[in-house]
T-cell receptor, first 117, second 113 residues
Framework: DTAVSQTPKYLVTQMGNDKSIKCEQN?????MYWYKQDSKKFLKIMFS???????INETVPNRFSPKSPDKAHLNLHINSLELGDSAVYFC????????????????FGEGSRLTVL | KQEVTQIPAALSVPEGENLVLNCSFT??????LQWFRQDPGKGLTSLLL?????REQTSGRLNASLDKSSGRSTLYIAASQPGDSATYLC????????????FGKGITLSVRP
């Protein structure tokens, strides 16, 4: 009964390929996120969706395209992979943006380790 | 722009010691602050969340405090155990519909038996 699940957990691919990472949450949350953790272990937000609508889009190359088919899913598609895309990508969810009704506490998936050769 | 700092980057202590992990942030207009634990090759586990109106939160041997005006939080771990060895990350949440969590780089804790 994993709360936030990501697939695949490991992905090894060649430069120039296109790949996708999928994320699903069964917490009934409205908001989902993608974070990137680089080789120095620094976590940085990439995207956030609330009720399938994009609300945060940090400075990320447009080779990265998130897609939210419904509130429980947020997938990340990466075109023309580059060496620098190698990282661990974390999906997370929260009840919603912070408000008087919810804490905005984030719950993370186990991560998807992408290695680009 | 919010910046979160955690110093030192690594810490090694003998088992049984009480210890304090520090976190500082530059913009005091935060909605809440969350402490996470990350084990090698794993995801992040939420440990404690402190709302901006709160001063501290406790869970078992863990106690987190928040001083918003000075931009500081501490995570206190009592009677440390080897199983506490992990990386501890502090993150602050901004206000608004575009609210996001800004992370520190983490403190890697090693508790020696």
């Amino acid at each position: 009964d994993t709360a936030v699940s990501q697939t695949p957990k490991y992905l090894v691919t060649q430069m120039g390929n296109d790949k996708s990472i999928k994320c699903e949450q069964n917490l009934g949350h409205d908001t989902m996120y993608w974070y990137k953790q680089d080789s120095k272990k620094f976590l940085k937000i990439m995207f956030s969706y609330n009720n399938k609508e994009l609300i945060i889009n940090e400075t990320v190359p447009n080779r990265f395209s998130p897609k939210s088919p419904d509130k429980a899913h947020l997938n990340l598609h990466i075109n023309s992979l580059e060496l620098g895309d190698s990282a661990v990508y974390f999906c997370a969810s929260s009840q919603g943006p912070p408000s008087g009704r919810n804490t905005g506490e984030l719950f993370f998936g186990e991560g998807s380790r992408l290695t680009v050769l | 722009k919010q910046e979160v700092t955690q110093i030192p980057a690594a810490l090694s202590v003998p088992e049984g010691e009480n210890l304090v992990l520090n976190c500082s942030f530059t913009d005091s207009a935060i909605y809440n602050l969350q402490w996470f634990r990350q084990d090698p090759g794993k995801g992040l586990t939420s440990l404690l969340l402190i709302q901006s109106s709160q001063r501290e939160q406790t869970s078992g041997r863990l106690n987190a405090s928040l001083d918003k005006s000075s931009g500081r939080s501490t995570l206190y771990i009592a009677a440390s155990q080897p199983g506490d060895s992990a990386t501890y990350l502090c993150a602050v949440r901004s206000y608004g519909a575009n609210s996001k969590l800004t992370f520190g780089k983490g403190i890697t804790l090693s508790v020696r038996p």
